[in-house]
């Protein structure tokens, strides 16, 4: 057998299928890829770590005499496409596939002993379960967006409940997606046309999966449009760009919590600041403390301050000049830290002014921080700690 194909389309094409290989195995087969011929002119290259499964088309500058499908081990192949400069190699091999070797120019870069389907128990196929659902289109660019405006907001001790994943849901015409800790929540709406009998849905992707679908985001063209399957027990994200991956994810068992309700819409004040003023404030003020708590003391007819408690039952204060506060005398304590990764995510290309305004609600008055786009609603959540 002999393919003949473009190197930087099939480097591409591994180091995506490599999402999904997990980094310690219990069956050898899950370290390899599988490669199955597409037709005349592509091959199929299949990865998955039983969670999560990647499908990859490559196009291919020819082949002939292969023998399919067959695995190879997808780290080796990864380690020879990472040191390859030429524009185009070969995979050849033996009518029994063993070995392989990819050459370039005609001289050998490396030698694979590539088994059999029936060396290893049947390769994992999940794309056998059915998917159907609500199928949503998004930019590269938007899709990655939004997993960095929410995913670090995600539970990341060792906790396996619902909160370790990011939770998406469909209500009518919004999709929402959702993270959260149980200190905060970060959650960005996209308004978006779907068909009315699929129009509610709610899933929990896992941090795991979350992590490789902004990998595979970011090596896509930020205009590639990105199709999300959202099915009962997978879902799938489907990419065309110059190479097609397909990528099955399942979904965790929890049930997420109702958040609703911490989006009351009962103001009980709003702070108007510059960003970068508040979040060097917020670092000088709990620098060199190992856990520190900052009070915000808030009235509008005062200048808002903040302030950290010290061993000494002193206080370190600061005020906060340029900035305008309107709505009820306030008293109550953030974690600078929440605060400061929030602002953060905030970059130019997601918000169109720095200014910022920093709104407290509801009973517990918990602080959040709002923005919104031409392509989403951000909504940044914080509840309050407990100060004497």
């Known amino acids: 057998m002999q393919i003949t194909l473009l190197t930087e389309l099939f480097r591409k094409s591994i180091n995506i299928a490599l999402k999904s290989i997990a980094d310690k195995v219990i069956n050898p087969v899950l370290d390899t890829v599988r490669i199955s011929a597409e037709g005349s002119y592509a091959i199929r290259i299949e990865s998955t770590d ?16 292969l023998k399919m499908p067959f695995l190879m081990n997808a780290k080796t192949v990864a380690s020879i496409m990472s040191n390859m400069l030429e524009d ?6 033996t009518d029994d596939e063993k070995p392989v070797k990819i050459k370039c120019n005609g001289k050998a870069k490396g030698q694979l002993t590539v088994p059999t389907i029936t060396d290893y128990t049947q390769f994992p196929d999940i794309s056998t379960e059915v998917v159907i659902g609500p199928r949503i289109q998004i930019e590269a660019q938007q899709l990655t967006d939004i997993l960095m405006l929410t995913s670090f907001s995600i539970q990341k001790d060792n906790f396996n409940g619902p909160l370790k994943g990011l939770n998406i849901n469909l209500d009518n015409s919004t999709l929402n997606f959702v993270g959260a800790d149980g200190n905060r929540l970060s959650r960005v709406s996209t308004h978006i046309a779907v068909d009315p009998d699929n129009s509610s849905y709610s899933e ?3 941090l795991n999966t979350v992590n490789e679908l902004k990998e595979i985001a970011k090596m896509c063209k930020k205009e590639d449009v990105i199709t999300l399957v959202l099915g009962k027990s997978l879902m799938v994200t489907e990419i065309e760009s110059d190479i097609k991956i397909s990528y099955y994810s399942r979904y965790t068992t929890d ?9 009351t819409k009962a103001e009980t004040g709003r ?16 620098s060199n403390i190992e856990v520190p708590i900052v009070i915000f003391t808030l009235d509008k007819k005062e200048v808002p301050v903040l302030q950290v408690s010290l061993e000494d039952s002193n206080m370190n204060t600061i005020e906060l000049t340029d900035t305008t506060y309107t709505g009820d005398p306030l008293v109550v304590g953030f974690s600078p830290k929440y605060i400061v990764e929030a602002l953060d995510k905030l ?10 305004e920093v709104i407290f609600t509801g009973i517990l008055n918990p602080l959040s ?17 407990r100060i004497n």
Not at 369 to 385: D, G, T
């Open 347 to 356: 970059k130019p290309a997601h918000i169109a002014v720095q200014d910022i």
């Open 50 to 65: 039983v969670s999560t499964w990647t499908v990859v088309t490559c196009p291919v500058v020819a082949m002939n005499g």
């Open 369 to 385: 921080i709002e923005q919104s786009s031409n392509n989403f609603e951000l909504v940044h959540l914080i509840m309050p700690m």
């Open 255 to 263: 049930q997420y919590p109702k958040i609703t309700q911490l989006f």
């Open 204 to 206: 929990i992707l896992s």
């Open 88 to 93: 185009t190699f070969t995979i050849s091999g």
């Open 271 to 286: 702070l108007s600041c510059d960003k970068d003023f508040l979040i060097n404030s917020l670092k000088l003020i709990s």
